[in-house]
């Protein structure tokens, strides 16, 4: 099983977002937080933040599911960052020009999943490359 979490309109620039979620791509929820946590960059808070909530959600969908729930098996199984809309400003330039800021933003999606579910997927596919 799997649960996923999205925040949108994060006041940074993408680029900066995916230097923070690559590092946590594949690992156990757990290292994953405290690799976020011990980040000094300002976009691992609101990647922290998002994934506890998706390990929340996921204790919820297990717990209504009425399966046992055991948070050292859950992964980070996909983190993803999209482009959200660019806020454009105008700074005064020199000789009464005016320069372009672009204030990026970024949308992001994390989804923790359950390490029973992975290991099967894991199997399907090796069995499907064997076919071919």
């Known amino acids: 099983m799997e ?3 999205v925040k949108k309109y994060i006041r940074s620039s993408p680029v900066k977002m995916r230097l923070v979620i690559d590092q946590i791509r594949g690992k156990n929820a757990n290292e994953a937080v ?3 946590h011990f980040q000094p960059k300002q976009a691992a808070r609101v990647a922290e933040q998002t994934l506890r ?4 959600n996921l204790n919820n969908k297990l717990q209504n ?4 729930r055991n948070e050292d098996e859950y992964i980070v199984s996909q983190v993803f960052v999209n482009v959200g809309p660019t806020i454009k400003r105008i700074q005064a330039a020199p000789m009464g020009r005016a320069y372009r800021i672009k204030k990026r933003s970024n949308h992001l999606t994390i989804i923790v999943s ?4 992975n290991k099967i997927n894991d199997d ?5 490359n064997k076919e071919e």
Request: charged share 20%; aromatic share 0%; with cysteine.
């Open 3 to 5: 649960a996923r979490c």
């Open 34 to 36: 405290g690799i976020l």
């Open 53 to 56: 909530s998706a390990i929340a």
């Open 65 to 68: 599911a009425g399966e046992t």
């Open 114 to 117: 359950n390490n029973k579910e």
């Open 124 to 128: 399907v596919e090796v069995n499907n």
